[in-house]
């Protein structure tokens, strides 16, 4: 993934944001990873780092959230932790499983003034 693209999207969305919800400043942004997004944090925090500087999140700290890979197993509906996004179910061997979580890129929460 493009770190660096991510998190022009991220302050743009933060930007449309405060119009609507009338914010002068950002001081925390809570952003939720999934294990498979394919997302190098120090590469996105060296990101933010440079986009921030004359925005609104200027100064904000980034916190990541690491959200393990789950998924279900469409044989027998057991849920499992998956270690890869196609793995197959501990449960049963089998291998027709559906990925719940573990690719989420979310803005979870803004800490704002």
């Avoid at 119009?19 to 944090?41: M, N, P, Q, T, W």
């Amino acid at each position: 993934m493009n770190e660096l693209a991510l998190c022009q999207s991220i302050v743009s969305l933060v930007k449309e944001r405060s119009y609507s919800r009338i914010f002068h400043r950002v001081k925390r942004i809570k952003l939720e990873l999934g294990e498979f997004a394919d997302i190098d944090k120090l590469a996105l925090q060296f990101c933010f780092e440079q986009v921030s500087p004359g925005t609104l999140v200027e100064g904000a700290r980034l916190e990541l959230i690491d959200i393990p890979g789950s998924a279900v197993c469409n044989t027998c509906q057991k849920i499992f932790l998956a270690r890869e996004p196609q793995d197959d179910c501990f449960h049963c061997g089998m291998s027709d499983t559906r990925l719940l979580s573990g690719k989420e890129l979310v803005i979870r929460e803004l800490e704002v003034e």
